[in-house]
């Protein structure tokens, strides 16, 4: 019997908002080391020249002047303060863009079997014949089974996850799988 797994919406829509997320939040690293460190440094050193000259009590005028804030600016941001800013936007930018990549690799698979064979979500052609073993050990806890198979001399393996694919259509491949492979080998 014919059975066809699509990736699950809620799956895609998963590692998508991750890899957004990710980018997003290198895009903010990014902005701080660019506008907002550099423009608090500017307020931190024209409320230190007012400190430093006596003229404190000027800083409401000196910030409404320049469109500040007149809360005091907490801290100078020192060209290592900076660097990291950068250092943290580029990893989490390339951790985004390397989620983004998954994504678009995994969003359109499909795992699916005809009367012959299982086909591996990377879209590899398994003959039910070849299929050696199949690991439950995470199915009922988690809906992961390893299905393990040897074509031509190669070993592969693929991954069955109720999770990532349509929940009913994989516990059918399962089933389907497990009903060949007992029927060949007698167990």
């Known amino acids: 019997m014919s059975a066809e797994a699509r990736i699950t919406p809620i799956w895609s829509k998963q590692k998508l908002f991750v890899a957004i997320f ?4 290198g895009g903010w690293f990014f902005s ?4 907002g460190y550099p423009h608090s440094n500017e307020r931190w050193q024209a409320h230190d020249e007012l400190v430093k000259s006596g003229r404190e009590s000027e800083w409401p005028t ?11 600016p907490h801290k100078y941001y020192g060209s290592g303060d ?9 990893f989490a930018t390339v951790l985004g863009l390397i989620s983004l990549a998954y994504w678009f690799t995994q969003k359109d698979r499909v795992l699916r079997t005809d009367a012959e064979a299982v086909y591996s979500p990377a879209g590899t052609r398994v003959p039910f014949e070849a299929i050696t073993g199949l ?3 995470h199915w009922d806890r988690k809906g992961l089974a390893m299905v393990l198979y040897k ?14 694919f349509d929940r009913d259509a994989t516990h059918q491949i399962l089933a389907e799988i497990e009903e060949k492979l007992l029927a060949r080998t007698g167990n």
């Open 82 to 90: 900076l660097a990291m800013q950068w250092v943290c936007g580029g």
């Open 135 to 137: 690991g439950k050990k």
């Open 62 to 72: 000196v910030a409404k002047s320049h469109g500040w804030t007149e809360k005091l």
């Open 151 to 164: 074509i031509e001399g190669r070993k592969g393996r693929f991954i069955l996850d109720d999770y990532k």
């Open 22 to 25: 990710l980018i997003g939040i």
């Open 32 to 35: 701080d080391a660019a506008i």
